[in-house]
């Protein structure tokens, strides 16, 4: 259950800051810790199989990174 006294000192936050808050709380999240499924798992070879065919489509996370903090201000 989240603490609701903690939410809603984030919820008072600008969008910048809470967007650099969720990015660092995600850091602390060892992969290990998350139970990925076999049928992720499987999506997730296909989708690097098809950005290893065609590494240059689509934009890169930091492309996409500085285009939201940039709308965020």
Same mark, same amino acid.
């Given at each position: 259950?989240? $603490? *609701?006294?903690?939410? #809603? *000192?984030?919820? *008072?936050? %600008?969008?910048? &800051? +809470?967007? &650099?808050?969720?990015? &660092?709380?995600?850091?602390?999240?060892? !992969? /290990?810790?998350?139970?990925?499924?076999?049928? %992720?798992?499987?999506? @997730? /070879? +296909? +989708?690097? =199989? /098809?950005? $290893? #065919?065609?590494?240059?489509?689509?934009?890169?996370? *930091? $492309?996409? &990174? =500085?285009? @939201?903090?940039?709308? !965020?201000?």
């Amino acid at each position: 259950m989240v $603490d *609701q006294a903690l939410l #809603a *000192q984030a919820k *008072q936050l %600008d969008v910048a &800051e +809470r967007v &650099e808050l969720i990015s &660092e709380i995600w850091a602390s999240i060892d !992969a /290990d810790m998350l139970p990925v499924s076999s049928a %992720d798992k499987a999506l @997730l /070879d +296909r +989708r690097l =199989a /098809d950005a $290893d #065919a065609a590494p240059l489509v689509g934009s890169s996370w *930091q $492309d996409v &990174e =500085a285009s @939201l903090r940039g709308r !965020a201000g």
